[in-house]
Nanobody, 119 residues
């Protein structure tokens, strides 16, 4: 089983910054992608950013130029640096991990961390 533990959410004023972290542990042979999704009240969960094992990154248009995703492969950890935060970034942020273990693929989700941006 694979576990994801997130940290770093909180309350910040508009224009401020937060850094989210997510560490994966368990029976992992390799990690293909790690990423962040978010879900605001009354809305569907949406992709924020994803990074591959090779370092390729994709971002939602709404966060390009403000958020940066990075990863430490040795620690199976992914980070999301969020700058110039806006009230519309308020959501529960979920870490996502796709990889391989014991010859099979897995997808794991974190428990979610609340990010609230006040105007």
């Amino acid at each position: 089983q694979v576990q994801l533990v997130e940290s770093g959410g909180g309350l910040v004023q508009a224009g401020g910054s937060l850094r989210l972290s997510c560490a994966a542990s368990g029976s992992i042979l390799s990690i293909l992608t790690m990423g962040w999704f978010r879900q605001a009240p009354g809305k569907q969960r949406e992709l924020v950013a994803v990074i591959t094992s090779g370092g390729n990154r994709n971002y939602a248009d709404s966060v390009k130029g403000r958020f940066t995703i990075s990863r430490d492969n040795a620690k199976n950890t992914v980070y999301l640096q969020m700058n110039s935060l806006k009230p519309e970034d308020t959501a529960v942020y979920y870490c996502n991990c796709n990889g391989e273990r014991s010859g099979s693929r897995f997808t794991a989700w974190g428990q979610g961390t609340q990010v609230t941006v006040s105007s």
